[in-house]
């Protein structure tokens, strides 16, 4: 199950994050995950560039890592390294039995697994700035027990002026036995208030769970809530 949910930071109309799931060719999904630099519109129209590439390549068969390489290049060659973005690809492969995550983030993706402890991958590079830089990446076996968090960076700086910084890995212990779409919304609500119902920066959080695979339910299912002004 996959739950995503973001906010807008504080006062302003539009989330510069942008949140894409994209189907695979091996039945597979894609959940990409991407930060604009600064905030609101502007933020949203680089992001967008970024996951429009990441979503198409992934969409044709191209392994997710190569397509974050090529909205490397490509942003840093119509920008000219001045604008940057901070993407996070997660794979479902249901062929290799995996969750796989490529980052450049300094956003790490938090796993929760059969140990019941948390465990955090390394920092990279945002999208946009490093020729021939290369993402950070995490390769999990998948079991019914395994949750899995990636947020954009509003998310995981949140409370951090005040003192109340979030400990990530302990919300999604908290929130995992909700399930995807609940987690995902009892953590963006968890950091949220950690900056007192005021977001300091766009937030946008994705958190995969996982079901026994119910016989009588062989579709998939997607709903979404966006908010009219």
């Known amino acids: 199950m996959v739950g995503v949910a973001a906010a807008p930071r504080h006062a302003m109309h539009e989330c510069g994050d942008v949140v894409h ?12 995950v991407a930060d604009g630099q600064g905030h ?13 590439m990441i979503a198409g390549l992934v969409g044709e068969g191209v ?28 794979v479902i ?6 969750v796989r995550v490529s980052r450049f983030a300094r956003s790490a993706a938090h796993f929760l697994g ?27 076996p998948v ?9 954009s960076d509003g998310v995981r700086t949140a409370g951090g002026r005040v ?9 999604l212990a908290r929130a995992a036995r909700l399930g995807g779409d609940r987690a995902a919304h009892a953590i963006l609500g968890e950091a ?21 695979l119910d016989a009588d339910l062989t579709f998939r299912r997607m709903s979404a809530r966006v908010p009219l002004s």
Do not use: K
């Open 163 to 171: 003192g109340r910084a979030l400990d990530l890995a302990s919300s």
């Open 192 to 212: 949220i208030g950690a900056d007192d119902g005021r977001p300091r920066d766009d937030m946008a959080v994705a958190c995969i769970t996982f079901e026994p």
């Open 114 to 140: 059969d140990d019941e402890r948390a465990v955090t991958g390394g920092e990279a590079p945002p999208l946009g700035v490093y020729r021939g830089a290369a993402p950070a990446s995490d390769v999990v």
């Open 40 to 52: 609101g519109r502007g933020a949203r129209i680089i992001a967008t560039m970024a996951v429009t």
């Open 143 to 151: 079991s019914l027990s395994l949750a899995c968090l990636v947020t």
């Open 93 to 98: 492969d249901p062929v290799d039995g995996v």
């Open 21 to 32: 799931v994209v189907d695979r060719p091996d039945g597979g999904a894609c959940v990409i």
């Open 63 to 90: 392994r997710e890592d190569a397509a974050l390489v090529a909205a490397n290049d490509r942003l840093l060659a119509h920008r000219g390294g001045q604008v940057s973005c901070e993407a996070v690809a997660v």
